[in-house]
């Protein structure tokens, strides 16, 4: 591993817990009725999207709890399955998380169980070593380089929260930049300069259609993005 991926981790676990403790408490400060509007993924209400966040939180407690002996066969940058047509929402563990959401019924619920897996995650994140290397999707991975694949997961779901909710907080913007920095890096060149860093998230991963100025300034870039990071 080396350039931007070798660094993204070198200062341990702290862009983890920065971008996931904002993230949580984006979450938190949520009213009831926040929950029943939609979110920034396609077919998803924010209360789909918060579940799904207790999902991901779980997967951070597995992960880290899955110590491998093998070499790493992928890094911050290949961890992503990488397509170029959008989610459809058929997806069975999609219409899973549904449903699972819709069971909580009660808002409080579920910011209950975000709060209590979220944390007991951001904990063990907190405590394991970079250099150690985990298990995750039949593909090993150093700690270090898993965490960071979540830098860009917390980031972009921040992200969906708020897409209908102009007063939340905003990401970091450390997790804006580390973001972007590796988006860029996957789709093989730069956004344009003049696209604030959230502008690039949102058009290079499909969330939002540039503007026909947007399109014009995107050169090469444009018949490589959106990407749908899976």
Avoid at 36 to 49: K, N, Y
Avoid at 96 to 124: I, N, Q
Avoid at 203 to 217: D, L, N
Wanted: hydrophobic share 45%.
């Amino acid at each position: 591993m080396c350039g931007l991926a070798a660094c993204l981790y070198v200062a341990g676990v702290d862009p983890f817990s920065r971008t996931w403790a904002a993230l949580r408490a984006a979450v938190a400060r949520l009213c009831d009725e926040d929950f029943g509007r939609p979110s920034g993924c396609t077919g998803w209400l924010v209360r789909d999207l918060v579940c799904h966040l207790v999902v991901d939180a779980q997967d951070v407690l597995i992960t880290l709890a899955t110590p491998s002996d093998r070499e790493p066969t992928r890094d911050a940058l290949t961890y992503w399955e990488v397509s170029d047509t959008p989610p459809t929402g058929d997806d069975p563990l999609d219409a899973l998380t549904v449903r699972l959401a819709a069971a909580y019924e009660d808002p409080g619920l579920l910011k209950f169980h975000l709060d209590d897996v979220g944390s007991a995650a951001g904990r063990a994140a907190a405590l394991a070593d970079p250099a150690a290397r985990v298990g995750t999707r039949n593909e090993v991975l150093t700690v270090g380089d898993y965490l960071s694949t979540y830098v860009m997961e917390w980031t972009l779901h921040h992200l969906d929260l708020i897409a209908h909710l102009p007063d939340a907080p905003q990401p970091p913007a450390e997790g804006l930049s580390r973001s972007r920095a590796m988006l860029e890096r996957i789709a093989g060149g730069p956004f344009p300069a003049s696209f604030t860093d959230t502008d690039a998230l949102l058009i290079g991963t499909g969330r939002r259609v540039p503007t026909g100025a947007e399109q014009a300034v995107l050169g090469e870039l444009a018949s490589r993005v959106p990407l749908y990071l899976g």
